[in-house]
């Protein structure tokens, strides 16, 4: 890691350029810093569009399949069931869900509930350019026999989380919400220039990925086909 130290100096840099210091710590940085350079480090903000196919298995064992869209540079999201029947769309502005394919009947949704969870997966807090936040180290903790640093992060206008690293790998195990809602990363791959979990669980649902792909900005709209539309998403 040695060799890695003025990569880790310059993405720490970076994630601090628009974070308020008075608020983040060094320590924090620096841990958050690692766990993208053990990820990718700069292919990570060549990233546009994040698009997953994958299944959701409920804690009866349950199956049900899922299609995932994220602007990794607004937080734009759109979610669909495999009947396509079923999305959840932030759009920038709005957030709401649908049950029907026109999608005549919305259901409107706090946007931050949606974005909240949209920087999550985006893993936001390697763009604090883009997403200022307060990012600051909490405790050591050793779990299962690992050693995990867990680190405090404050995004600007959305509830904060809790990121635990692993102290070896640098790798992201658990995302914990202020509530206390727990996810568990796992399954690391490689895809493109970065490293990615293909597996969480949550709540006891357990989430696996069959496919990511990064597709060029303006490749989705993030918006439910309207009554009047294809509804078949590309």
């Known amino acids: 890691m040695k060799n890695a130290l003025p990569a880790v100096l310059a993405i720490t840099a970076i994630l601090c350029t628009s974070c308020n210091t008075s608020v983040s710590d060094e320590r924090g940085l620096r841990i958050i810093a690692l766990a993208k350079l053990a990820t990718g480090g700069k292919a990570w903000d060549e990233i546009e569009i994040w698009h997953e196919r994958g299944q959701a298995i409920s804690v009866s064992g349950e199956t049900s ?7 990794l540079r607004s937080l734009r999201t759109l979610n669909v069931n495999a009947s396509r029947s079923h999305y959840m769309v932030f759009d920038g502005r709005e957030a709401y ?34 997403f200022p936040a307060s990012i600051r180290y909490q405790r050591s903790q050793i ?13 600007a206008g959305l509830d904060s989380f809790d990121v635990w690293v692993d102290q070896n790998t640098h790798l992201i195990y658990r995302l914990v919400s202020s509530g206390g809602h727990q996810t568990d990363l796992f399954d690391y791959r490689k895809v493109g220039g970065v490293v990615v979990p293909f597996a969480d669980k949550s709540q006891g649902t357990t989430i696996r990925t069959d496919m990511v792909s990064f597709e060029p900005s303006g490749s989705i709209t993030f918006a439910a086909p309207s009554p009047t539309t294809d509804t078949e998403i590309r």
């Open 97 to 130: 869900t649908c049950e029907n394919p026109g999608c005549e009947l919305r259901r409107e949704i706090a946007p931050n509930v949606i974005k909240s969870g949209a920087y999550q997966v985006a893993f936001g807090f390697f763009f604090t350019d883009r």
């Open 143 to 155: 779990e299962h026999g690992v050693l995990f640093d867990v680190v405090n992060v404050a995004p």
């Open 65 to 71: 399949h899922y299609e995932h869209w994220g602007d």
